[in-house]
């Protein structure tokens, strides 16, 4: 503020929009928690979960089919399905091999971007601390067309200008707001596992 130079502006805002579009992703993903819309991680029908192990297990080649059956079954497999994780799952499944014995080196990711010629996405937001039974720190995989879900806007960004709280250092404390709402057009479109170990 003291220096005011547009190109420190234009660094601000671009940080503002990056954290803004990281959190709609991540609400679109696993959201639920307080004052927050339900992601696709919460929406997917049980029948279409597809379970690791009583703790979680390392993925499987058998449970990667299995969450592209669980929405062939469910005849969603419109559009263009599939697979989000995040980066601890993609180093797993590039180093597990398919089967337990022989073939070395064929692992149950080969391909630089996609397992059975479905295409794989990497982020950090789909989570790494999930836990089940005594499992802890267990990741996510989904499975499905990204289209189903839908992103519902009621206003622009709201910024409050805060000049009082921080007002005995000279600070200024902006917030912002945004209404919005996740909906997942079809559930049965998408198939999760939630226990992997990697």
């Known amino acids: ?46 029948g279409n979960v597809v379970a690791m192990g009583t ?6 080649y058998a449970k990667i089919v299995e969450l592209i059956k669980a929405v062939d079954v469910s005849n969603a497999m419109g559009g263009n399905p599939s697979f989000l994780t995040n980066p601890k799952v993609i180093a797993a499944l590039r180093t597990i091999a398919k089967q337990s014995g022989g073939a070395e080196g064929n ?20 989570p790494s601390n999930l836990a089940k039974g005594t499992g802890s720190n267990l990741s996510a995989a989904i499975f499905g067309d990204f289209t189903n879900v839908m992103l519902g806007f009621w206003s622009g960004v709201d910024v409050v ?13 902006l917030a912002f707001f945004q209404d919005l709402d996740v909906g997942i057009r079809h559930g049965e479109g998408f198939s999760v596992i939630k226990d992997i170990i990697a």
């Open 1 to 46: 503020m003291l220096q005011s130079d547009p190109s420190v502006e234009a660094v601000l805002r671009n940080d503002i929009i990056s954290q803004f579009a990281r959190k709609i992703d991540s609400v679109a993903i696993n959201g639920g928690g307080s004052n927050e819309p339900s992601g696709i991680i919460p929406a997917v029908p049980s």
């Open 55 to 60: 703790n979680g297990t390392a993925p499987t």
């Open 107 to 126: 692992f149950i990711m080969e391909a630089a971007s996609d397992i059975l010629g479905y295409n794989i996405a990497s982020t950090t937001l789909v």
């Open 161 to 173: 200008v805060d000049t009082s709280s921080l007002s005995t250092s000279g600070g200024t404390r």
